[in-house]
């Protein structure tokens, strides 16, 4: 019996990530369908070419909702089954409806710590520590081989304990893990959400008028971090509608802060309002319009607020006489890297025009590499194959039996 493992990609990069395994009566299994990073927008024909899009379907599983993970998803034939956790289906649905590519095909949604039957293939997933809400770590078992794929994740995040358990009691006999390797070779502080949530306070007391932060929507423990900063300090966090429906949506598994909590407000702004109407969503903007503020708001009392920043969000501020100055902060609290991207350069141009003091408060979404190698070294496997990262080659030392392949290269178990 021979089990089969190609990275068809991210064997060399950062995401993209797209791993096949197939079972001796060529079953197969795809962990994530991701798209490259460094793909233009609207690329097409992204799909690695080793991928056999004939034969029998492949069962998709999804490890996050971030699109170097789910991506190329669309790509995919039709009757591919897909699983993921049932979070991660609803926020990939939310998004690709708002880009205005709905994804109608059918999900179906496991549960952490319950293992689940594909074909052959036993899948056991583990909730993880990530910057995506909805993080899996996964375990394949056919044929008497243990296949362990990371997926993304971290320790210093506000699920870190999920990852310190796993580690203290891990899969027996893994025969290959998947490690990620993001951080490999970066030198950038890695503090704790809390300790992040310390900085942010200190910044919202220092500052006499509004603090702008640029962070992502989906990246739920940042959203916490930021509130409870604003709870401490006697600030009121705005966010726009899509962060607001971002909340309400993951309610459901989560006690999160959403609209109609206090201190906690959405700014209903008139591009994103239409784009809702648009969709036919004027109930939901009505709904938010309960718990929400118009933009001029916020150049009235300015020492109340921290203000979600994105780059669609910039015209209707400054349509209401919202612009960041001398009295106000702005931090960016993503990926520094995102800051050189158009942009990301529109928006430090806008934030910075009049003064504004500029602060960057952020913590990665992935492991640092003193915790990768833990990580490694306590999961004991037989190798581990190195995938998502770009240093893999010239940081290596500290783990054991690496496997380096390169992309598209089998791998038989
Ligand atoms: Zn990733
Ligand atoms: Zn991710």
Sequence with gaps: MTVKLVVHRATQEIGGNCVEVTASGGQRLLLDIGRPLDAARGATDLLPATLDLGGAPATILISHPH????????????????????????????????????????????????????????????????????????LIEVEGRRILYSGDFR??????????????????????????????????????????????????GETRGRVFVAWSAQNIDRTVTLYR????????????????????????????????????????????????????????????????????????????????????LIRDYFRQNVTPDADDAWSW??????????????????LGCNGARACHLHTSGHASPDDLRKFASAMQAGCVVPIHGAAWDTHAAGFDAIRRLGDGEPLVI
């Design 67 to 138: 699109q170097d993970h789910y991506g190329l998803l669309q790509a995919a034939p039709a009757a591919w089954p897909v699983h993921s956790g049932a979070a991660t289906e609803k926020l990939i649905k939310l998004t690709a409806a708002i880009v205005g590519e709905p994804i109608t095909r059918d999900f179906r949604t496991w549960n952490s710590d319950r293992p689940f039957q594909a074909g052959p293939f036993t899948v056991t997933p583990f909730l993880t520590d990530h910057s995506a809400f909805d993080a899996y770590m996964l």
């Design 229 to 312: 900063a604003c709870l401490k300090t006697g600030r009121t966090l705005v966010v726009d509608l899509y962060t607001a429906e971002v909340l309400e949506l993951l309610g459901e598994y989560a006690n999160l802060p959403r609209a109609g909590w206090k201190q906690i407000r959405v700014v209903i702004t008139s591009a994103f309002a239409n784009l809702y109407r648009a969709r036919g969503n004027e109930a939901f903007v009505s709904r938010m319009a309960e718990h929400g503020i118009a933009a001029r708001r916020l150049a009235e009392t300015p020492s109340e607020w921290v203000v979600m920043t994105r780059k669609s």
């Design 155 to 204: 320790l210093h995040g506000r699920k870190s304990s999920l990852v310190t358990r796993f580690m203290s009691k891990p899969p027996d006999d893994i025969d290959v893990m998947l490690l990620e390797g993001t951080n490999l070779g970066a030198d950038k502080p890695w503090m704790s959400e809390d300790e992040l949530e310390a900085q942010f306070c200190r910044l919202f």
């Design 333 to 350: 609290s993503m990926w520094r890297g995102y800051l050189d991207g158009a942009d990301g350069q529109a928006m430090q141009a806008w």
